[in-house]
């Protein structure tokens, strides 16, 4: 069972979504709230496994309440999903840096979103290859962090190795084809390689393989 909190400043937004989700087995929607302020109190209050969040909000949008969300270690479980009107942006970005596990668009299919909800649940970030590549091309050409790349030091050269199939948006599985280890052992790399660089989920590793210059706008493009 999914444990979910809505939030939308909009009402009808969020009675659509919630008539969606509640129509779908294995999905319960525990609350919903009307700016950041809300998010952030019904997250702290029932503790979801995922937070739907609109980005632009009055008074605290969603970003800085996916940021509070993503400091607070009580709610160290609690996956933020990002909900926005124009896909990939300049908010985005900043919501992902923030936090957040993930985006969707709101004219999505239904049925990708409840897909997504369900990946990020378990654990995945919610940005495809496609995404991953937009991504790195608009907003990460740019110097690398002096701080992130201090981190990579911290990682094995084999991890190094995953982090940058991570932030190609690779999955697991393959990963795991990729340097032909067995899915099992990617994910312990890569967990591990979360662990070493304080990366609250797979959408932060890939944020990480960013800044840290792991991966280049030049080669994600090729």
């Not at 979504?17 to 709230?33: F, K, M």
């Not at 509070?68 to 908010?91: K, M, P, W």
């Not at 067995?182 to 609250?200: D, I």
Request: net charge negative; glycine share 8%.
């Amino acid at each position: 069972m999914i444990r979910l909190v809505l939030v939308d400043d909009q009402p009808l937004i969020r009675t659509g979504l919630r008539a969606l989700l509640e129509a779908e087995d294995g999905i319960e929607v525990l609350a919903e709230g009307a700016d950041g302020y809300d998010g952030v109190r019904l997250a702290e209050e029932h503790h979801p496994d995922v937070v739907l969040m609109d980005i632009q909000m009055p008074g605290m949008d969603g970003i800085e309440a996916t940021r509070q969300i993503a400091a607070r270690s009580a709610l160290n479980e609690t996956r933020v999903v990002i909900l926005t009107n124009y896909g990939l942006d300049e908010y985005v970005f900043n919501a992902l840096r923030a936090g957040a596990a993930g985006f969707v668009v709101k004219d999505t299919d239904p049925a990708e979103l409840v897909q997504g909800l369900r990946v990020v649940a378990q654990g995945e970030a919610l940005l495809s290859p496609g995404i991953t590549k937009t991504l790195i091309g608009e907003f990460v050409a740019r110097p690398a962090s002096e701080v992130r790349t201090a981190d990579v030091q911290h990682l094995t050269a084999r991890e190094q190795e995953v982090v940058t199939l991570v932030g190609y948006g690779l999955s697991n599985a393959e990963i795991a084809g990729r340097l032909v280890v067995s899915p099992t052992t990617a994910k312990t790399h890569v967990s591990r390689a979360m662990a070493k660089v304080h990366a609250r989920d797979r959408a932060q590793l890939v944020v990480f393989a960013y800044e840290a210059g792991l991966v280049q706008a030049r080669e994600a493009r090729s």
